[in-house]
């Protein structure tokens, strides 16, 4: 169940993309950040509404701290169709997507038989992913640009998925060499 109080969210479960969540990671000479991309499906309505109010809140709080009493029409916001922005790439098709940042490293948890437990391991939480995201929403005004931003706090990883990286998986690569023949006799003799 996704939550919302007031510019914080709580999502449903969601697919993790472009996971930067370990080291900070610069893009395009910025500062590096901590950062996800972070894919809900679009017949997930509940998290989607959450999202929308949460910038609206944003918003509403910005008119007078960041747009001089005035929300600009104009106005950058997080959530993106997949589907338009994406159309090429298959994990994006029939999502919406916003990418999350911080400064400071996320919480990155997994559910145990103890309770959550911390994710050490880059290799246990990984583009391709799923989990909840919980993120914050808050007015900027940079350089002229104006709008609304999105806040990565904490990640839960609830499932696993066909990794998105470029690189194939090991397992998938050398699936054959458990099948019991053993090809390199021949080559040797």
Do not use: W
Not at 28 to 55: F, H, M, Q, R
Not at 76 to 84: F, S, V
Not at 144 to 151: F, I, Q, R, S, T
Not at 152 to 181: C, I, M, R, S, V
């Amino acid at each position: 169940m996704a939550k919302l109080n007031e510019t914080k969210v709580v999502t449903n479960e969601a697919r993790f993309s472009y996971t930067h969540v370990f080291e900070p990671h610069a893009i395009e000479g910025n500062d590096p950040k901590y950062s996800v991309a972070i894919l809900i499906p679009k017949k997930d309505k509940e998290t989607i509404e959450c999202v929308e109010k949460a910038i609206e809140a944003a918003k509403q709080a910005g008119k007078s701290s960041k747009f001089s009493g005035k929300i600009p029409p104009t106005l950058k916001t997080p959530l993106r169709d997949g589907d338009e922005e994406r159309p090429d790439d298959e994990a994006y098709q029939g999502h919406y997507f916003m990418n999350a940042t911080s400064k400071t490293k996320p919480g990155l948890v997994k559910k145990g038989s103890a309770g959550l437990l911390e994710i050490t391991d880059e290799a246990e939480l990984y583009s391709g992913c799923y989990g909840k995201a919980s993120v914050n929403f808050f007015p900027f005004n940079s350089n002229g640009n104006k709008g609304v931003a999105c806040g990565l706090n904490n990640l839960l990883k609830t499932n696993d998925g066909e990794a998105l990286a470029g690189k194939p998986n090991a397992t998938d690569d050398f699936a054959d060499e458990l099948d019991g023949d053993d090809d390199d006799d021949d080559f040797l003799g």
